[in-house]
């Protein structure tokens, strides 16, 4: 690690940080803006509309697959060979999409991003991590992981904005270049840190297999279900609970976005000053809470919610479900500390394989049951979370190693 001297003196927020935070961002924009460019993309390529948002469950499978696979294939790699080299081909195959003559050939370029963000995400974690003071370890984790909730906020509507105002294919030229800043900041400001802890295989795959550590992954997974679901079916919820239209949405969306890059940046603080096991339940508690009060609301208002009210409400859901993100990693970093590269891949699988449940749980609730059934079944998955992660965590702190 760093030493609190080294620290100082590259500032309070170094070059190697700042790329690490471009790669997430590009990683998340890449991942999300395809929604916002679908109509032209299967206009242009002539495929359905349906053919074409496969291209976001695929790369969302192949991500989730390949992620705790290569974190454990290149454990034996150096972090900022690995990172760079990853993150190197990330950004030609956004650039080759841009200029993708067909749509299978831009599906093929999809699963080459996919499995190339695959490694780059968790190996940003890691280095960010190894990088750090002890004293910043999950401030710095927590600004590692802002970068995805900004591609929310920033990235997806720049890219979208990109993509209508002039191509689908702009939109990954965007990506693209975000990808050549991360590169070049990282040739100069990212410190090699050789390989990771030289812990066997067997021993590294028994870190993974280990109770405390596939807890984490499944709460990982309980609570993307109930938070994505939320997030995916926003607009039928906020149409259901407020009557609001399109306009209102947009705002609200954006609230919700804020908030969670700023809940990622607080919970990485907050893991810091109070523990990682402190601030994962408090984070949960809250979004739980969040999803409670929207549910209340249904009931209480029958679709004419106030619509502050409603507002408060996603901003504490987006905030606090957001801030579940670092103290997460860092828990699971010390419960592994001889695979944690690969301890987060594998949470990040969990992440994205929640994300695919959520849309479709949510998609089976929603014809029957309206929006409203919607942030129930979102809050009971949020509770289930809670239980299974306060019965772990009293079992296996974040203090203790994995067995």
Known sequence: MLTDTTQRSAGRFPGWLLCLLIATFAVGTDDFVIAGVLPRIANDLDVGEASAGQLVSVFSIVYAVSAPVLATLTARLPRRILFCGALFVFTAANVAAAF???????????????????????VAFALAASMSPAHRVGRNIGLVAAGLTMALVAGVPAGTWIGTQWSWRGSFLLVAALGVAAIAIA????RDQGTADPVPLRDRLRLLGSTPVLIGVAGTTLGGIGGLMTYTYIAPIVRDLSGAGSGTLAILIGVTGIAGAVGTAVGGRLTDRWGADRTLLLGLKG?????????????????????PLTAAAFALWGFAGWAFNPPMNARLLALAPGAGTEAVALNTSGLYLGIALGGGIGGLVLPHHGGGGVVLAATVFGV???GLLTASIARYPATARAA
């Open 100 to 122: 993708a003559p067909s749509f299978v050939v831009l599906m093929v370029l999809r699963i080459v991003a996919a499995v190339a963000a695959a490694t780059v995400t968790p």
């Open 384 to 386: 289930l979370t809670v």
């Open 287 to 307: 979004q739980v809470a969040a999803s409670a009060a929207l549910t209340a609301f249904g009931f209480a208002w029958q679709g004419n919610a106030p619509l």
């Open 187 to 190: 040739s100069t400001g990212l």
